[in-house]
T-cell receptor
Framework: NAGVTQTPKFQVLKTGQSMTLQCAQD?????MSWYRQDPGMGLRLIHY???????DQGEVPNGYNVSRSTTEDFPLRLLSAAPSQTSVYFC?????????????FGPGTRLTVT | DQQVKQNSPSLSVQEGRISILNCDYT??????FLWYKKYPAEGPTFLIS?????DKNEDGRFTVFLNKSAKHLSLHIVPSQPGDSAVYFC????????????FGGGTRLMVKP
């Protein structure tokens, strides 16, 4: 199994550009999330989804959109990139069963906004 | 206001000795705690967890201790190995909201041969 995959691995954007970070998982997990990691601040939750068609905001949702049309995919859209969105982005998924707190993370996308 | 804090950004330990990584939290509603390990250019991987109804959980060389009255948890690695060198994140969640993990800022552990 590939687990959680993310593309691209690296991306450089100019201020105002838009783009979509892709995330896919093959574990049939209902729950998926997007986090950003900034130095000294750990990972912060951007948006999450508890199933196809259902999304909700996390701690730092501004400037990002998500949608969940299938169980496998959970793309993150930056509408108009800003330098403050320079970060490493991680997608994660989990099973709602007994190990529901354990999230499986993708390898990350390093985004630089100039 | 960070609800989960790891006050030591880095820790250096000799191979074979014990590594102790600390984590403090402020929200008394947290009832489940996890430790993740992260290597460079990879995503975090789950290491060990503990429910608030316990005060200790052990898995091989890794043991997590929880002191609810002090709102403090710690991860012990015994014996430490060079392959343990990584960044360790403490995380907490409340209720059934497993999606809403709140992470600490991380501690970089370096195990010297």
């Amino acid at each position: 199994n590939a687990g959680v995959t993310q593309t691209p691995k690296f991306q450089v954007l100019k201020t105002g550009q838009s783009m979509t970070l892709q995330c896919a998982q093959d574990m049939n997990h209902e729950y998926m999330s997007w986090y950003r990691q900034d130095p000294g601040m750990g990972l912060r939750l951007i948006h999450y989804s508890v199933g196809a068609g259902i999304t909700d905001q996390g701690e730092v949702p501004n400037g990002y959109n998500v949608s969940r049309s299938t169980t496998e995919d959970f793309p993150l859209r930056l509408l108009s990139a800003a330098p403050s969105q320079t970060s490493v982005y991680f997608c994660a998924s989990r099973d709602p069963g007994p190990r529901r707190h354990e999230q499986y993370f993708g390898p990350g996308t390093r985004l630089t906004v100039t | 206001d960070q609800q989960v804090k790891q006050n030591s950004p880095s820790l250096s330990v000799q191979e074979g000795r014990i590594s102790i990584l600390n984590c403090d939290y402020t929200n008394s509603m947290f009832d489940y705690f996890l430790w993740y390990k992260k290597y460079p250019a990879e995503g975090p991987t789950f290491l060990i967890s503990i429910s608030s109804i316990k005060d200790k959980n052990e898995d091989g060389r890794f043991t997590v201790f929880l002191n609810k009255s002090a709102k403090h948890l710690s991860l012990h690695i015994v014996p430490s190995q060079p392959g343990d060198s990584a960044v360790y994140f403490c995380a907490a969640s409340k209720g059934n909201a497993g999606n809403m993990l709140t992470f600490g800022g991380g501690t970089r552990l370096m195990v010297k041969p």
